[in-house]
């Protein structure tokens, strides 16, 4: 093969590779805005990683040994595709007016964004068939155990390796849009450039501030405001809102932790 060929050749896979990301990109914002829910949503965000990163090993220590690799979704895979759907200002502020009682509407956020998810999943596999692709996804809370409280394929984990945020003080993943939304993910083995992973800190906290609003948001101090969680006591917390609310569905989650300061967006200063 001559020099000027693998020149050649190399341009070409660089612009399939960016045409698949915008391809991803697009498919994500364009089933978000399609939705057809009664929950209003922003723009969403969109991060990838390389499947063969070291930061998903890592996941076996840091989450636990049960969490899975890439290649456990889908042999071969190649990369790994993460999206943060964020709830409308409107949703976030429904849950923020009173300390304890969850709102319906977060509720209601919660369950239609596990669906949409699963739909943006879908579209997302039948784009990259369309390309000649395989692509394999974990459903929006199907890996959570319930009865371990661990979980098999962590969404807000992916999110982190694939560049779209870092964890807060309140174990919830902090996005440039924000923290109050839901994430979801997918494996591929299109061979896709990763995101930067910004060294930035956005959790106002870790970088040396002195903001614990979300632990004193926490109703049943799950929290307690040293980056430590009860994971037994928002666990227990989750299912007695699942309880009141059973006619919705299974809408085992609170949020009251995060409809703070970094709800919405990095605070820019402290609050």
Same mark, same amino acid.
Request: hydrophobic content about 40%.
């Given at each position: ?21 915008? $391809? ?6 364009? !089933? ?13 965000? +969109? ?11 890592? $996941?076996?220590? $840091?989450?636990?040994? #049960? ?12 990369? !790994? ?20 009682? !969850? ?30 692709? /395989? ?37 919830? +993943? ?26 930035? #800190? $956005?959790? +106002? ?6 903001? @614990? #609003? ?5 109703? +049943? ?10 994971? #037994? ?5 989750? @299912? ?10 299974? /809408? ?20």
């Amino acid at each position: 093969m001559s020099e000027r060929t693998s020149r050649r050749e190399g341009r070409d896979r660089t612009a399939g590779e960016s045409q698949i990301r915008e $391809l991803i990109t697009r498919t994500v914002r364009s !089933v978000v805005a399609d939705a057809h829910t009664a929950t209003a949503y922003r723009p969403p965000l +969109v991060g990838f990683a390389a499947a063969d990163d070291p930061a998903f090993a890592d $996941l076996k220590r $840091l989450v636990g040994p #049960e969490h899975g690799l890439p290649a456990d979704l889908l042999p071969g895979a190649a990369s !790994v595709v993460s999206f943060f759907v964020p709830f409308a200002a409107e949703v976030v502020e429904a849950n923020r007016v009173r300390k304890a009682r !969850v709102a319906r509407e977060w509720a209601v956020a919660y369950l239609e964004t596990n669906d949409l998810i699963g739909t943006v999943c879908e579209r997302l596999d039948e784009e990259l068939r369309g390309e000649g692709f /395989a692509s394999a996804s974990a459903p929006a809370t199907g890996s959570f155990d319930r009865e371990t409280l661990a979980c098999g394929w962590s969404h807000k984990s992916v999110a982190v390796i694939a560049g779209l945020g870092c964890f807060g003080l309140h174990h919830m +993943v902090i996005t440039e849009a924000g923290c109050a939304g839901r994430f979801g993910s997918l494996v591929t083995d299109a061979v896709l450039k990763p995101s930067h992973r910004s060294l930035r #800190e $956005l959790c +106002v906290n870790k970088s040396g501030g002195t903001c @614990k #609003e979300c632990a004193s948001r926490c109703p +049943v101090g799950a929290l307690d405001g040293a980056g430590n969680l009860n994971r #037994e006591l928002c666990w227990a917390r989750c @299912k007695a809102v699942a309880r009141r609310l059973d006619e919705l569905g299974l /809408a085992e989650v609170c949020g009251k932790c995060a409809v703070g300061p970094c709800s919405m967006g990095p605070p820019s200063s402290e609050e």
